[in-house]
């Protein structure tokens, strides 16, 4: 046995298979309890043009098999798996031809392009921004933690663009983001203030329940309609948050990642919480 088969009963607490099949599974369940879902076949940090290529097609697999399917999903993806890392204007083309793929087959044809290191971030923003110029129906993810998010706010909220805000996943230094939880905080719920007030239905991805509940607070006082937005939660992390969520009357996404690339993804669940990994041990055992 692989390590890979090995580890997976454990990376399944977080990641819903590694067959679109049982991503779908999990998304129809995740359907009938009113939650919507954005699906990511997982893979990054792709390093030759023929494997870009490979995910590309992989992509385009996948949108067929979601277009057979009821399922109320979106898209997201990673542009370094599309080789953003040594041909941006390749990888550009690439996500092109996914969201033309995407708006031709899906009832929701949003493909939501995630955030990688801060290296990424510039080529990731000019990228998305372009597209959206084209096709509208893609946005990116922006990190609160980093010191040049609120600009690339600014930006997105001229643009009309969709944003998913988040606090950061990467290990960055202090002169790039900010390091304290509190600081951290604090720019994300000014970011989220300044979506709800003027973005276009911005997806409040966190599981920190601070910030939940100072979003809702916010959207009240404001008078920001529950349908204006939507919370964004990882599969796995707190299912009975998102559950509550729904029942108050919010709309709530759960990304759900798959594919047997989940190694990367299912690391950075574990780094950024502890706990996290006793959730995985709990899951084995069906606790
Ligand atoms: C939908 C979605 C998409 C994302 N996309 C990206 C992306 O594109 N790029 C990127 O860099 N990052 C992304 N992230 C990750 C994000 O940046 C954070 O690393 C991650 O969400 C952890 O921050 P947090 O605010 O959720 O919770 P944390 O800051 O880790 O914790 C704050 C509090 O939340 C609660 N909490 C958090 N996790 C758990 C848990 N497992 N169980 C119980 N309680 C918990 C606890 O009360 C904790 O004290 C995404 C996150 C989500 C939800």
């Not at 939650?35 to 949108?63: C, F, P, S, Y």
């Not at 000019?126 to 980093?146: D, E, K, M, N």
């Not at 969709?162 to 304290?180: D, F, H, M, N």
Request: aromatic share 8%; with cysteine; hydrophobic share 45%.
């Amino acid at each position: 046995m692989s390590i890979q088969q090995w580890a997976f009963p454990l990376a399944r607490r977080f990641v819903a298979g590694e067959s679109l099949e049982e991503a779908l599974a999990v998304v129809r369940q995740l359907n009938a309890e009113g939650l919507r879902a954005t699906i990511d076949l997982l893979g990054e940090d792709v390093h030759e043009g023929r494997d870009a290529d490979r995910t590309r097609n992989d992509h385009l697999a996948l949108i067929e098999g979601l277009a057979r399917s009821p399922a109320d999903t979106n898209l997201s993806l990673k542009l370094s798996a599309l080789g953003l890392g040594f041909e941006p204007d390749v990888a550009s083309a690439r996500l092109g031809t996914i969201l033309t793929a995407a708006q031709a087959a899906l009832r929701d044809p949003f493909v939501r392009v995630d955030m990688e290191g801060s290296a990424l971030v510039p080529a990731t923003l000019a990228i998305v921004t372009r597209a959206f110029s084209a096709y509208r129906t893609t946005g990116p993810v922006l990190q609160a933690y980093l010191h040049r998010t609120p600009d690339d706010v600014a930006a997105m909220i001229a643009l009309g663009a969709r944003v998913r805000l988040c606090k950061g996943a990467y290990k960055e230094p202090e002169a790039i983001a900010l390091q304290s939880m509190h600081a951290i905080r604090v720019q994300y719920l000014a970011l989220a203030t300044k979506l709800l007030s003027g973005g276009a239905y911005p997806a409040i991805a966190t599981h920190d329940p601070l910030l939940i509940e100072a979003v809702k607070r916010i959207a009240r006082d404001r008078d920001v309609g529950a349908d204006a937005f939507e919370f964004q939660l990882l599969y796995g992390v707190r299912p009975d948050l998102q559950r509550a969520l729904v029942a108050a009357g919010y709309r709530v996404r759960v990304y759900v990642p798959f594919g047997t690339r989940w190694a990367q993804y299912f690391r950075r669940r574990i780094t950024e919480r502890r706990e996290n990994l006793i959730f995985a041990i709990r899951s084995l055992f069906g606790r």
